[in-house]
């Protein structure tokens, strides 16, 4: 019986560690979905505190899951996990029920589960989390309530900073299709063999005898007796749906040229994006730094192009007021915001691969970028983050190891 106690423990930890630590490095996506939730339900008045719901939640979560996967202040904690499950998992029952948004996000773009496999996820959750609540005082930490509680509140002011830093830069993990190194092509394009959508065809047929209109299938719609009937209308209905590419509605408009979305993912040159989702939103503190770097795209023969979703007049007014030197085109809201989780923020294409990017504070001056290929300096300033994070990552294993791992008092010899 310990041995399941503590396996429903431990599975719950990690699910709720997942949870909160993949939504953490990605507050503003958080903050979207939150948005989503509150305008289906006609909540709208509360989108002024999304961001906070998107820090809270993460938090709470991560803190949790630390709690139980570590045996520490379990008989306290277990309450967190046993009223997250009793409030997520009827709404998610909703959620399945009215579909009003497609995803939950309850992993945010780490794992995208439906709204019924989410729901069925939690019922098994909830079972796990009630075997944990009944038992909840039978789990004894071998630390000192002290050292327990400073574990607890240094794991949660690591996740917090994390999350902060991630807000103001770029997730320190994207998941998401847009993420560095993948080819936005080969995203875009449906795999050989994958199953398409199917529609039931519902064609529909005037009696010329009697003017009664019956409806047909695609199999047995009189197209041959032309006499007797004659052609009134169709309609179709989604019976099954197919394979979803994981980049499905990235269409990128030039006000003059149309849609250019092709030629620039097809460009075996550099293209350089500016992407501010709204510009009205944008910090502007950025702008100097982006016309420097679209100056020097001219200069190196690369495109540049500003991506939107403002309008035509709000475009010309930002264009005019900060001296923007370069060309906006236009694409959908969502689109952007999956792109970059900054406003601005700066992406650089070759073939359609996306080989670096950046916030609009990280932006590199053009100083950087004069003496060495842009390819080059993409890659580098990569693999230097990903030293960065390795060094944390050791620290912060060392620490943990450090904490866990029992001590032996030394006895004195007096």
Known sequence: MKLVKNLCRIIVGIVFIYSGFVKGIDPSGSDYKFTDYFNAFGMGWMNATTLFFSFALSLAEFLIGIALLFNLWVSRLAWGSLLFMAFFTPLTLVLAL???????GCFGDAMVLTNWQTFWKNIILLLLTIMVFVYRREYKSSLPLMEQFSFLALAGAGMLCLSIYCYHHLPVLDFRPYAVGKNITEEMRLPEGAEQDQYEVTLKYRNKQTGEIQSFTE????????????????????????????????????????????????DNNHTILAVAYHLNQSDTQCQPVINRLAEYAWEKGFRFYGLTSSTEQDIEAYKKRYHVPYEFCTADEIQLKTMIRSNPGVIVLREGTILGKWAGKDVPDVKELQNTDLTAYCVHSREQMQRIYLVYSIILLFFVVYLLVPRKKRKRNY
Do not use: A, F, M
Request: with cysteine; glycine share 4%.
């Open 219 to 266: 199999e047995n719609y009189p197209w041959q007796d032309t006499l007797n009937w004659e052609y009134e209308s169709s309609s179709e209905r989604l019976v099954k749906k197919g394979y979803i590419t994981p980049i499905h509605d990235l269409v990128i408009e030039h006000p003059t040229l149309g849609n250019i979305t092709d030629e620039i993912l097809e």
């Open 98 to 104: 009215t579909n009003p948004v497609s995803d939950c």
